[in-house]
């Protein structure tokens, strides 16, 4: 168990439709981190926050957005779903905004499925 | 965009075996990083190896570092059908305070009993 918690386990919506993951990081750890993981494209970092504030933007989509609330919990918004959007979504938590000295501590994942 | 491409794709071998992988990069790093993966679920911290280290060891985990090459291996030693799992490699995206990592695809450990 790696302390980070993700919910829901699993998700099944329609196209078009607008779901928020939640992720609640290891107690003390100030970064967050969402990934996409699907068959075609692999592992793809997507947004990182530290301390509520955005810090780095990866291969995210502008219909997809991220916020950490200051209880540390982090939601990601995925909205106008398409069915590429299936795929599993980890978060993952770290002490440091980066990640010279640390290993990130990933959630079990949402997995995602648009019909 | 992956920076980490692991060499082999799968790999099969019987219990007892050592599994060694490969991960070529192709940028400058802080460090590197093995996860491991089992099938659909979360990815777990191996080992992680800074840029100024050679070789670093963890119980039957050895990985080894060369910054030269922009390559790195992973050595599973008298392996067990529990190490069944899909591998990568990580790097840190150098740059400024941006802590995200750069994934491999990975690969993919069968340990048959």
């Known amino acids: 168990d790696s302390g980070v918690t993700q919910t829901p386990k699993h998700l099944i919506t329609a196209t078009g439709q607008r779901v928020t993951l939640r992720c609640s990081p290891r107690s003390g750890d100030l970064s967050v981190y969402w990934y996409q993981q699907s068959l075609d494209q692999g592992l793809q970092f997507l947004i990182q926050y530290y301390n509520g504030e955005e810090r780095a933007k990866g291969n995210i989509l502008e219909r997809f957005s991220a916020q950490q609330f200051p209880d540390l919990h982090s939601e990601l918004n995925l909205s106008s779903l398409e069915l590429g959007d299936s795929a599993l979504y980890f978060c993952?938590?770290?002490?440091?905004?980066?990640?010279?000295?640390?290993?990130?501590?990933f959630g079990p994942g949402t997995r995602l499925t648009v019909t | 965009s992956q920076q980490g491409e692991e060499d082999p794709q799968a790999l099969s071998i019987q219990e007892g075996e050592n599994a060694t992988m490969n991960c070529s990069y192709k940028?400058?790093?802080?460090?590197l990083q093995w996860y491991r993966q089992n099938s659909g679920r979360g990815l777990v911290h191996l080992i992680l190896i800074r840029s100024n280290e050679r070789e670093k060891h963890s119980g039957r985990l050895r990985v080894t570092l060369d910054t030269s090459k922009k390559s790195s291996s992973l050595l599973i030693t008298a392996s067990r059908a529990a190490d069944t799992a899909s591998y990568f490699c990580?790097?840190?995206?150098?740059?400024?305070?941006?802590?995200?990592?750069?994934f491999g695809k990975g690969t993919k450990l069968s340990v048959k009993p």
């Open positions: 940028t400058s790093i802080n460090n």
């Open positions: 990580a790097t840190l995206n150098y740059g400024g305070s941006q802590g995200n990592l750069i």
């Open positions: 993952a938590s770290s002490p440091s905004g980066g990640s010279y000295l640390y290993e990130q501590y």
